[in-house]
């Protein structure tokens, strides 16, 4: 037999797993799994909220139409993550994910990543995760697109007209190869966030310091706190943060956060941050003194479960 991906995709058509019925499966993780996608178990599991599609190659990959069938068949979904995964073609009609609260974009080519946000409606979506590791890709056109309007898949008109970004609660971004634009037109539409979750090791320095109030002058240009005598008003991005979760940030950088977001009048209420020199044990005190909650996560390599621990998702 031969050792190519579709013969082995092949040889794994024969097998009907949970002996073609799975009515109770709640999470379902298939990484490098290949198996027939179009069997009845997959494409009926009412009951299913977790689905984890990661590592497969395009050619064992199901079809756009067995690909939306195992996601209408799966109508409790509520988090969806993909990683070079997916349907191998985009060609059929959009998808409506009407209970889909958390959706987790792995590494994949740019455009497949776009191609199939393209296809998804997701009107109750309320966490996006970003982990593009692939450093050699800029995703750029991936900030482009989510901030456009959303997919078309039988959505309301008002919600069509804006974007995914406009619902989030959460973002997390852990890595994202991207210009400094990104982060302008990204929180230009975060009106609704409350939790960040930031790798600054991973994302254009940009990215914590628009966290910063800008103060509008009176000629119009923006500056940042403290550098504009005349300052008449000012511009805070995402007005309803209250929680960060940050790594590569100083104690002293993030006392200043805290200060100026105060002084604007949108104040954080919790900071977690990853172990990050130099750590002043001045500034450590002034913010466990200043904030409702700030913690200092270990070196762990497992952001995930330091999240889950300080209760990060539960806001």
Request: glycine share 6%; hydrophobic share 40%.
């Amino acid at each position: 037999m031969s050792d190519s991906p579709l013969a082995e995709s092949k040889f794994f058509d024969h097998f009907t797993l949970f002996g073609g019925s799975a009515p109770l499966l709640k999470i379902l993780i298939l990484v490098g799994v290949h198996i027939d996608w179009s069997q009845c178990w997959l494409q009926s599991a009412p009951n299913l909220q977790t689905l984890h599609l990661s590592a497969h190659d395009v050619n064992v990959r199901p079809s756009w139409d067995a690909f939306s069938a195992i996601l209408r068949g799966a109508p409790a979904l509520e988090t969806f993550e993909v990683s070079y995964s997916g349907p191998r073609d985009y060609s059929g009609e959009p998808l409506l994910l009407p209970n889909l609260l958390q959706l987790v974009l792995g590494t994949s080519p740019p455009q497949e990543v776009i191609s199939l946000l393209g296809k998804l409606g997701t009107p109750a979506l309320k966490t996006l995760t970003l982990d593009f590791k692939e450093w050699i890709s800029d995703y750029s056109d991936i900030v482009t697109h989510l901030v456009g309007p959303a997919a078309q898949a039988m959505l309301p008109p008002i919600e069509q007209s804006r974007s995914l970004l406009r619902s989030l609660e959460t973002l997390s971004i852990k890595n994202l190869a991207c210009d400094q634009e990104c982060a302008v037109i990204l929180y230009r539409e975060l009106v609704n966030l409350k939790v960040f979750k930031l790798s600054t090791s991973h994302v254009p320095w940009t990215f914590f310091k628009l966290l910063y109030p800008l103060w509008l002058t009176p000629s119009g240009s923006l500056g940042f706190f403290g550098t504009e005598h005349t300052r008449t008003t000012f511009f805070v991005s995402l007005p309803s943060l209250k929680g960060l979760f940050l790594s590569g940030v100083s104690t002293y950088d993030l006392t200043q956060l805290v200060v100026q977001r105060r002084d604007a009048g949108v104040p954080l209420r919790a900071i977690f941050m990853k172990r990050c020199p130099p750590m002043e044990l001045s500034d450590v005190e002034w913010l466990r003194d200043n904030l409702e909650e700030f913690e200092i996560i270990g070196d762990s390599d497992d952001d995930e479960a330091s999240e889950d621990e300080y209760g990060l998702f539960d806001w």
